[in-house]
T-cell receptor
Framework: QKEVEQNSGPLSVPEGAIASLNCTYS??????FFWYRQYSGKSPELIMS????GDKEDGRFTAQLNKASQYVSLLIRDSQPSDSATYLC?????????????FGQGTTLQVKP | DTAVSQTPKYLVTQMGNDKSIKCEQN?????MYWYKQDSKKFLKIMFS???????INETVPNRFSPKSPDKAHLNLHINSLELGDSAVYFC?????????FGPGTRLTVT
């Protein structure tokens, strides 16, 4: 089992819809979770971090964490074509305190006008 | 102002050569990282330094050697380059939990 699993997609949604991106992980010791957005040919950009169970909202983005189910998700409301990118789920390794991040393989999101 | 910068942006070289990639951050962060992103876009950590001290050294060939002259700089030297080293290399820095990435260096080995 991969440490961080994401559906590689592509996930295609129409403009204005809600995009739902999901991530499961195996390390029960992980406490810190992140979503990065990566445009083609660019570097990963941190868009959300979440550390406790529940929802965290920031503008059109909502991150959801369920540690019991080992599940993290990202909702993007009112999706725009500019949201088209690869979304990387990452967590801090629970077995180290060095800030080591483990990434999923990313989900490609396509928002169609 | 650029937060995390890398040079060069592109690097094309032949097998067997030695090359270096430089990284600098002006965020005042304590910890810096090197990541490799392969052709399938999988991003994997290679090394990390905290205040010039190596704290993460993943299973990476010893042809790769990081060096941190001070906490704002982290360089990556690669000896005897191989075709499989072709990838995008990202530098990142952090204070706390959130990491910020540089623009990347696309290395192509021919």
């Amino acid at each position: 089992q991969k440490e961080v699993e994401q559906n590689s997609g592509p996930l295609s949604v129409p403009e204005g819809a809600i995009a739902s991106l999901n991530c499961t992980y195996s390390d029960r010791g992980s406490q810190s979770f992140f979503w990065y957005r990566q445009y083609s040919g660019k570097s990963p950009e941190l868009i959300m971090s979440i550390y406790s169970n529940g929802d965290k909202e920031d503008g059109r983005f909502t991150a959801q964490l369920n540690k019991a189910s080992q599940y993290v998700s990202l909702l993007i409301r009112d999706s725009q074509p500019s949201d088209s990118a690869t979304y990387l789920c990452a967590l801090e390794s629970g077995s180290s305190n060095t800030g080591k991040l483990i990434f999923g393989q990313g989900t490609t999101l396509q928002v169609k006008p | 102002d650029t937060a995390v910068s890398q040079t060069p942006k592109y690097l094309v070289t032949q097998m067997g050569n030695d090359k270096s990639i430089k990284c600098e951050q002006n965020l005042g962060h304590d910890t810096m990282y090197w990541y490799k992103q392969d052709s399938k876009k999988f991003l994997k950590i290679m090394f990390s330094y905290n205040n010039k001290e190596l704290i993460i050294n993943e299973t990476v060939p010893n042809r790769f050697s990081p060096k941190s002259p001070d906490k704002a700089h982290l360089n990556l030297h690669i000896n005897s380059l191989e075709l499989g080293d072709s990838a995008v290399y990202f530098c990142a820095s952090t204070r706390g939990y959130e990491q910020y990435f540089g623009p990347g260096t696309r290395l192509t080995v021919t």
